[in-house]
Structures are given as C-alpha cells and as structure tokens.
C-alpha cells in the first residue's frame, strides 16, 4: 500500500517538515587530519604576501602535514589575489582533489564572496574539508554552513608566520585539525551577564555577516530553527556602524534563536553615539535579552585569535569565575540541538 494512502496529507506534511528541519540541522565534522596530510594554501580574497606566506606554511610542516600551494596562490589582479576565475580555479582544486586534506586561505582582505557566486557548491558538500580562515572569510564560513559542513574560523599564515607555531592559539588550532576538540576557560569580566547555553556555534567578521544577510551565504539564516551561540569580531569600526549593523542583525529576526553571545575583538573602533566603549554600547543593546554574554572574548583581528568551529555545538557558561566554552563531541550534545 502507498504511504501517501496511510498518512493524511497533514501528517505527510509534518513529517516533510520534520525531515527538513532535521536535515537543516546535521552539520558535518571533516575528518581529523594525520601526519603526512596535505593542506592546499589558497588565496580567496586579497593578494598575500610571499615572504610570510612561506613562513607559515613551514610551521603547517612543522605540524607534519604537507603544504601545498594553489596554482593562482600569488596572482594579483588590482588588489585581488588574481581574477575571480583564478581563486575560484583554486577553491574547487582543493575541494575536488583527493590527495588534498584540509585547506587554509592566505588573508582575508575582500573578494571571497565574487568565487562563491559562481562556485558548484554541491562540491564542497559532497567533498568535506576543513577550511580555515577568518576576516573576508567570514563568507566562505556561510557557505560552507549552509552546506552542511564545520568550518574555522581561526588565524591564516600571516599569524603562523609571526608566532612561528608557538602560541596557544595555534596549539589550538593543531589539536582541532587533528581531531581533539578544544574547551575555552577565561577570567571574569566586569561586563558580563551570567547564565549557561548550549547551541550551535556561528559568527565571525560583524561586517561580513551584515553584508551576506540574506544571500545564499547567509550563516545567521533565520528559517533554521536551530538555536544558536553567536560570536562576533570587527575591526576599525565606529560604534555607530556596529550599532547600525547590530541592529540589522535583530531586524532579520535572527535573535530569536540566539541563545548566547561572544563578543570578541572589535580593535580600532572610534566613540560616538555618546557611548565611551564598545562594551558600553553591546550591553545597551544586549540589556532586553536574557542570555549569557561573554565580553572581550580573544577572537578577531588581534594576535590571540582563538579558533570558533563554526557550525559546532557548544556549551556556553558564563558566571562569576569566568566564561566557559567547551566545544561538544556529536554524540555528547543534547536534545536541545539535535
């Protein structure tokens, strides 16, 4: 007998809805990496640097992995690491060759959004990679989540480059790519609101978010009923533009699923609005929502840039030793994000 003869067509309707809602809320670990993996170093955005671009592939050899670099790697096309077919000629080579384990973009700068528009993305879904990146690649980061697939957002070469490996950033960042999931544990801080959260953890560049809202990159996508952990960085900024893109933010009716918030580095912002900190100004809007808000997280364009698995569930704790984030293993998260 056919199904669609058992069930009404309010019970075949449910159940349709039930199976999208599951399936918009599956995200996928890429595998763990091993000694010996190759990691394709590729440039989505602005045009790197050569010097600093070596140096920290060294430290990815360091790490026993084996850089390899994409063809158009040190294009220059203006300001942009080559023409758009150039990086996106990279970012598909990555993700479709098989020999290739993980991949880490240069900088940041702006362009990463020109490739994605043209991109096959069914091939990142069907090829899962961790990428790893932050800045401009904050919308990589939504594409990558609207597939289905974990990302990092977490430092690129330049930094590896300077700390030569050294910093517990990048300790971090070693131990994720090899499959060890990391919890995060700070001091009190005088802004902060208490309270415990768990969700799935999604973020990045303030700017970046605001400026894909809405498009097929979207990682705050308000339709997906999953609750949500939201952190956020920016750089040389005024505090009205952050306001303004704040607000943009709760115009889109993502708050409704946030259940925490990370407020990381917003270094080189400018005082206005008669707000004296950036801090001042996050809280003023954040007042009405009673969720746990963690300030001056280490995340952004600042050398302690602690990697954020977006995509991943995390727990959030925030009381009066500190903040606590701990990222979950699939298995051990609870009902409330499965």
Not at 43 to 68: F, H, I, N, Q
Not at 114 to 140: H, M
Not at 255 to 269: A, E, P, R, T
């Amino acid at each position: 007998m056919n199904i669609k003869q058992i069930l009404s067509p309010t019970m075949l309707a449910m159940l349709l809805l039930a199976a999208l809602a599951t399936q918009a809320q599956t995200m996928k670990r890429p595998a763990a990496l091993r000694p010996g993996d190759r990691v394709a170093i590729i440039s989505l955005a602005s045009s790197p640097d050569k010097k600093w671009t070596y140096g920290g592939a060294e430290v990815l050899r360091s790490w026993g992995l084996v850089p390899v670099f994409g063809k158009h790697v040190f294009k220059h096309n203006g300001n942009f690491a080559g023409t758009i077919e150039q990086r996106l000629a990279d970012l598909e080579w990555a993700f479709s060759a098989d020999s290739i384990k993980a991949i880490m973009c240069s900088r940041g700068g702006y362009g990463s959004i020109q490739e994605l528009l043209r991109a096959d993305t069914a091939l990142f879904r069907n090829n899962p990679k961790w990428i790893i990146g932050y800045s401009d690649i904050t919308a990589v980061h939504g594409c990558m989540n609207r597939q289905g697939l974990m990302s990092i957002h977490a430092h690129m070469l330049e930094h590896l480059n300077r700390s030569q490996g050294a910093d517990e950033c990048d300790a971090y960042l070693r131990d994720i790519l090899f499959g060890k999931m990391p919890t995060y544990q700070l001091p009190p801080n005088i802004y902060n609101r208490h309270g415990k959260a768990e969700g799935r953890l999604v973020g990045g560049n303030l700017s970046l978010l605001t400026s894909i809202s809405g498009s097929p990159f979207d990682l705050l996508h308000p339709t997906d009923s999953v609750p949500l952990i939201l952190f956020l960085e920016d750089v040389d900024e005024n505090l009205e533009h952050l306001n303004r893109m704040f607000y943009q933010l709760i115009a889109s009716g993502v708050m409704k699923q946030v259940k925490g918030v990370i407020l990381g580095d917003f270094s080189g912002y400018r005082p206005t609005l008669d707000f004296d900190t950036v801090e001042d100004m996050f809280r003023s809007i954040l007042r009405d929502y009673n969720i746990p808000v963690s300030f001056q997280f280490p995340c952004g364009h600042t050398r302690r840039n602690f990697p954020m698995i977006e995509g991943a569930t995390v727990r959030l704790t925030v009381d009066s030793s500190g903040t606590t984030l701990q990222f979950v293993d699939d298995a051990q998260a609870s009902t409330s994000c499965n």
